[in-house]
């Protein structure tokens, strides 16, 4: 049995590509956890997508045994180390707050041949926050461009860090890990909690099992979990474990979890619901009263939402059904059933980002077979009425009579952008063009750190894509929520033919509200096919047209039958078609295809 002072408890946090996940291979390896023939790349990431795109989607904890002889002792002792394996990119942020809870260190990983990023930025100060040990890791020395010393200048500058607590490393051919080892042994402090104190256990995810019911990922910070009767604090719901582990990194049971230690409880439960993340399990013999509950997480706020419409129709209760399940594993996803008149009945469905959505649409077709059209995304807006009431929609169709409309609010952000000095002008021109106000500028070296208030809106739509191209790759991004702000914001309807297509309406600011209005109609022009009459397609704000094009007749030749006589005789064929037109364009109603739709909100 391996006592409490010998136990640490520690995550990796790194910006996206920084080598974190190579890392955490690379320690076990070097605990013996995995042999040389048994290692494979990314062992923690079990999920096909994680693997294929080389990102981390969701937390992982791992046990690992080191032994160790600190200096002053003869004799080497045997160390329990748990990893919780965090994501990097910043729609996961929330998984990275989750998994520092439960840890009392964090190695920060940063990459020798790109420096401190953006990321790196965020989850170092999410890690001081939380008041965590914080051992700065400096990978990739073995790459021929490395430069470990201006990093190290970087971390003294931006951080405050002194040089000697930094450990130099190459997760990819394990050099500088064994003192890695050690170094995260001597500085992380060891777990404060008391086995002798009334049982209090941290759940910090959980996931539904198919043959265990809701398996709860937790952390014990006081007293002994065995197999009793137990409750959750929050909702008050009692259970009996069925079993109880620890991951090597594969679930491994074993007959108790003691103060500090990190595993897994079994419950039995159906709804992962009644779960929640950042409850307190405790015994079932304790009052309420006697033991206080230890601080939650903040829920999730979803910011980004799209629609999720199956292309066959009967396939909707089957994207429902796969939908729930997800959900099960992913605290995150918020859904509501939604309808549209073109695309028939759909999801809506919360996102914490455009990736998350990505991923999650990306496991829904590959893993139930669903066929799926998605929305563009959008963001919620807040509604300031007349009345002094604030209401939240999340699409225009929700918008209430303009007459009791006082004020739109929209999302806004603090985005912190890295880039090298060369490409800043390029930088704060795309950020002017997207509605972006300076907030701070930093040099850092040969890189610039700036800070703009970005509106969520426009950094949803291909903001990070524009950003990587016009600084051929090198500039990185971070943004957190900062509130609502008032905007200036219309509601853009298109009219087909002078009828409205809800599904096409549109949240807009109204100073750009005529070139997006050009652009859509455009665009539909282009994809809805012609008709036996000439069909408008017109955008509007409110009772004014801002932008029109005009999709011709199809003409059929009526005077090819005749082989002569008079003019007279053509004029009044062309005349009668003329009249059967203008009636036809009167009562005619124009069918939009679905294509019409991807190609528009698909933008």
């Known amino acids: 049995m391996i006592p409490t002072q010998n136990i640490r408890n520690f995550s990796i946090i790194a910006h996206i590509d920084h080598g974190?996940?190579?890392?955490?291979?690379?320690?076990?390896?070097?605990?013996?956890?995995?042999?040389?023939?048994?290692?494979?790349?990314?062992?923690?990431?079990?999920?096909?997508?994680?693997?294929?795109?080389?990102?981390?989607?969701?937390?992982?904890?791992?046990?690992?045994?080191?032994t160790f002889a600190p200096v002053g002792e003869i004799a080497p002792s045997l160390y329990e180390l748990n990893l919780i394996d965090t994501p990097g990119h910043v729609d996961f942020g929330y998984e990275v707050s989750r998994s520092l809870a439960a840890c009392e260190g964090a190695l920060l990983v940063i990459d020798a041949t790109q420096g401190i990023q953006a990321q790196t930025l965020s989850n170092y100060e999410k890690a001081k926050a939380l008041g965590l040990t914080i051992i700065p890791v400096i990978n990739k020395i073995d790459l021929p461009n490395a430069d470990p010393e201006t990093c190290l200048l970087e971390l003294i500058e931006t951080?405050?860090?002194?040089?000697?607590?930094?450990?130099?490393?190459?997760?990819?051919?394990?050099?500088?890990?064994?003192?890695?080892?050690?170094?995260?042994?001597?500085?992380?402090?060891?777990?404060?909690?008391?086995?002798k104190k009334p049982l209090r256990v941290l759940v910090f995810t959980s996931v539904y099992h198919t043959h265990k019911g809701v398996v709860a990922y937790v952390r014990v910070v006081d007293g002994v979990l065995r197999k009793e009767s137990?409750?959750?604090?929050?909702?008050?719901?009692?259970?009996?474990?069925?079993?109880?582990?620890?991951?090597?990194?594969?679930?491994?049971?074993?007959?108790?979890?003691?103060?500090?230690?990190?595993?897994?409880?079994?419950?039995?439960?159906?709804?992962?619901?009644r779960v929640r993340v950042g409850d307190t399990i405790i015994s079932r013999t304790q009052t309420e009263r006697a033991t206080a509950p230890l601080p939650g997480y903040k829920e999730p706020q979803p910011m980004v939402y799209m629609d999720f419409y199956p292309v066959d129709g009967d396939d909707f209760f089957l994207l429902t059904d796969a939908m729930g399940k997800l959900a099960l594993h992913?605290?995150?996803?918020?859904?509501?059933?939604?309808?549209?008149?073109?695309?028939?009945?759909?999801?809506?469905?919360?996102?914490?980002?455009?990736?998350?959505?990505?991923?999650?649409?990306?496991?829904?077709?590959?893993?139930?077979?669903?066929?799926?059209?998605?929305?563009?995304?959008?963001?919620?807006?807040?509604?300031?009425?007349?009345?002094?009431?604030?209401?939240?929609?999340?699409?225009?169709?929700?918008?209430?009579?303009?007459?009791?409309?006082?004020?739109y609010r929209e999302p806004m952000t603090l985005a912190t952008i890295f880039t090298p000095k060369d490409y800043l002008g390029s930088v704060m021109t795309l950020c002017d063009e997207h509605r972006a106000s300076l907030v701070s500028m930093q040099d850092i070296g040969s890189r610039v750190r700036i800070v703009y208030h970005l509106p969520l809106a426009e950094l949803i739509i291909k903001f990070h894509d524009k950003l990587k191209s016009v600084s051929s790759g090198f500039a990185s991004m971070e943004y957190e929520l900062s509130g609502f702000e008032a905007v200036n914001a219309v509601k853009l309807d298109v009219l087909v033919h002078h009828e409205t297509i809800e599904a096409l309406s549109q949240i807009v600011v109204r100073d750009r509200a005529q070139m997006i209005g050009r652009a859509l109609v455009k665009r539909l022009k282009e994809v809805i096919p012609r008709q036996q009459f000439e069909v408008a397609v017109q955008a509007a704000v409110g009772?004014?047209?801002?932008?029109?094009?005009?999709?011709?007749?199809?003409?059929?030749?009526?005077?090819?039958?005749?082989?002569?006589?008079?003019?007279?005789?053509?004029?009044?064929?062309?005349?009668?078609?003329?009249?059967?037109?203008?009636?036809?364009?009167?009562?005619?109603?124009?069918?939009?295809?679905?294509?019409?739709?991807?190609?528009?909100?698909?933008?």
């Open 543 to 603: 009772g004014s047209i801002v932008a029109r094009e005009t999709i011709p007749a199809y003409r059929k030749d009526v005077i090819a039958k005749l082989y002569g006589g008079d003019q007279t005789r053509k004029d009044k064929l062309l005349k009668k078609q003329k009249k059967g037109k203008k009636r036809m364009k009167e009562f005619g109603r124009v069918s939009i295809p679905q294509e019409a739709f991807l190609a528009v909100l698909e933008r």
């Open 230 to 273: 137990l409750s959750l604090f929050a909702s008050a719901l009692s259970f009996t474990p069925t079993e109880l582990g620890v991951f090597t990194p594969l679930m491994t049971p074993i007959e108790e979890l003691r103060a500090g230690e990190v595993g897994y409880i079994a419950t039995g439960l159906k709804e992962v619901q």
């Open 330 to 407: 992913d605290a995150a996803i918020q859904y509501q059933s939604t309808h549209s008149n073109a695309l028939g009945n759909g999801l809506r469905v919360g996102f914490l980002g455009v990736l998350h959505a990505e991923i999650v649409q990306e496991r829904l077709e590959r893993e139930f077979d669903l066929e799926l059209i998605a929305t563009s995304p959008s963001v919620p807006y807040e509604i300031e009425l007349v009345t002094g009431k604030i209401i939240t929609i999340h699409t225009p169709a929700e918008l209430p009579d303009p007459a009791t409309i006082r004020t």
């Open 20 to 66: 974190k996940t190579t890392l955490t291979d690379r320690l076990l390896h070097a605990t013996g956890l995995f042999g040389p023939r048994d290692l494979r790349e990314r062992v923690m990431d079990s999920n096909p997508i994680e693997q294929e795109r080389g990102i981390t989607i969701k937390l992982a904890p791992v046990r690992m045994e080191y």
């Open 159 to 195: 951080f405050g860090i002194h040089e000697d607590n930094a450990v130099l490393v190459s997760a990819k051919t394990g050099d500088g890990v064994e003192n890695l080892l050690a170094t995260l042994i001597k500085i992380i402090p060891a777990p404060q909690q008391t086995e």
